[in-house]
């Protein structure tokens, strides 16, 4: 069964994206408070994206982070701005399970193979941002390598996993780019992270179906707060009325 990882986006120290209680009140826009609910509807593990820090290329909103890590007791993911050795390891250092590298790995291969060499292919993986067969870094620079490419150069350093994101159909169309995914899968051989796309069920059940090829997991944002899955009410209700069956944070 895919991994399904809640996606939490923090731009100015505050969420970007907002949830509806059964009620019809919304979540406060704290990260903290959303990363509390999402472990109250037992996510196994977060996915954090610094938006300030991918603008700024430096982390910006990392106090904000760590104060999520020391409130949840799941495993935490975090990628934006990560763009040097000392920033992964300030990262790892505060408790962050997993970082998340793009723009360091095509901008400064060597740096990148520092990281994954001092902390292991369990702490450090790469992102691939992709529009049709081009890859991005730095939010919107085409590097000139397809994703294929990056993906087997990724496999020759030493990486294990990849979190691949075709960026136009995150953005627009909201629907996985599943030759895309099955183009990198067959050729690298990797486990793959799919992030961006679904919409509903039928984009996950469509994806299960590439799990034999090493699609294990997917980071779903727009759809899980726009309670796209029907399991969501039943969700809300029980933190309404506070139900013993779920999760503790």
Known sequence: MLLVIPSIEIKNGRCLRLIEYANGELTNNDPIELAKLWRKENAKTLHVTDLDAVSKGK?????????????????????????????????????????????????????????????????VVLAIDANSCKTFYKGNIDSGLTPVSVALNAKDMGFKRIIFTNILQRDNFRKPDIESIKLIAENSKMRITVSGGVSGLNDLLELQNLESIGVDSVVIGRALYENKFSCQKIWRLCEAGNFPYTARV
């Open 59 to 123: 982390p910006v909103n990392f106090e904000t982070v760590r104060k999520m890590v020391n409130t949840v007791d799941i495993p935490i993911e975090l990628g934006g701005g990560l763009r040097t050795f000392g920033d992964v390891r300030m990262a790892l250092e505060n408790g962050i399970f997993r970082t998340v590298i793009g723009s360091m790995f095509i901008d400064n291969p060597d740096e990148a193979k520092k990281c994954l060499d001092k902390f292991g292919t369990s702490k």
